[in-house]
């Protein structure tokens, strides 16, 4: 069954640096989307990602964060100056026109701590 | 805004039993779909059951079934004969369908634990 791949699977950064959180979706995927989970809380929509533009993004997807696909393959989540308060899961996702949910694959995310 | 609420942050059950979860949300739209997802420690995100709003007929998928009142707003996940493996956190989810937006709003989940 087709997956999407998160890497890493765990990064450690120094607060204040520049992190990258690599997702690649499933081929024929065509809306990406990433999901960040505080631990021990619940699983919080970042940014919705079609037609290499942003879709939608939430309040949390301030000036700190950018994605992109920059080869047709890769999506990207990019956090500038990372905060003590940025340590979560990273979760990406794909879907494709057409099926609602059913085909919302979820990767296996990115455990992201800031020391 | 749309929100969901599970009212339960944990519950144990033994093996074998059957197990409820429950799961409400708020909305005004008409047309959505309702998910279960669960997570376990490895905290992959593991689509369950999904529901559409349209349905009346309840969604199955073998050992999980749910309950679904429209009017009552109300979207239960019913495990039968649990297992070990279904010890996991369980979130509830709501989707809006839209073509290039189709952004999850979760619940804050419920820690399922099945005892041996």
């Known amino acids: 069954e087709p997956e999407v791949t998160q890497t890493p699977s765990h990064q450690v950064t120094q607060m204040g640096q520049e992190v990258i959180l690599r997702c690649v979706p499933i081929?024929?995927?065509?809306?990406f989307y990433w999901y960040r989970q505080i631990l021990g809380q619940k699983v919080e929509f970042l940014v919705s990602?079609?037609?290499?533009?942003?879709s939608e993004k939430s309040e949390i997807f301030d000036d700190q964060f950018s994605v992109e696909r920059p080869d047709g393959s890769n999506f990207t989540l990019k956090i500038r100056s990372t905060k003590l308060e940025d340590s979560a899961m990273y979760f990406c996702?794909?879907?494709?026109?057409?099926?609602w949910g059913y085909g919302y694959t979820f990767g296996s995310g990115t455990r992201l701590t800031v020391v | 805004a749309q929100t969901v609420t599970q009212s339960q942050p944990e519950m144990s059950v033994q093996e074998a039993e059957t197990v409820t979860l429950s799961c409400t949300y708020d909305?005004?739209?008409?047309?959505?779909?309702l998910f279960w997802y669960k997570q376990p420690p490895s905290r992959q995100m593991i689509l369950v059951i999904r529901?559409?709003?349209?349905?009346?007929q309840n969604a199955t998928e073998n050992r999980f079934s749910v309950n679904f009142q429209k009017a009552a707003k109300s979207f239960s996940l019913k495990i039968s004969d649990s297992q070990l493996g279904d010890t996991a956190m369980y979130f509830c989810?709501?989707?809006?369908?839209?073509?290039?937006?189709?952004?999850?709003?979760f619940g804050t989940g419920t820690r399922l634990t099945i005892i041996p």
């Open positions: 996702a794909s879907t494709y026109t057409g099926e």
């Open positions: 909305t005004s739209e008409n047309n959505y779909y």
């Open positions: 529901q559409e709003a349209y349905k009346q």
């Open positions: 989810a709501f989707m809006i369908p839209n073509f290039g937006n189709e952004k999850l709003t």
């Open positions: 081929s024929n995927h065509l809306y």
């Open positions: 990602f079609y037609n290499n533009e942003i």
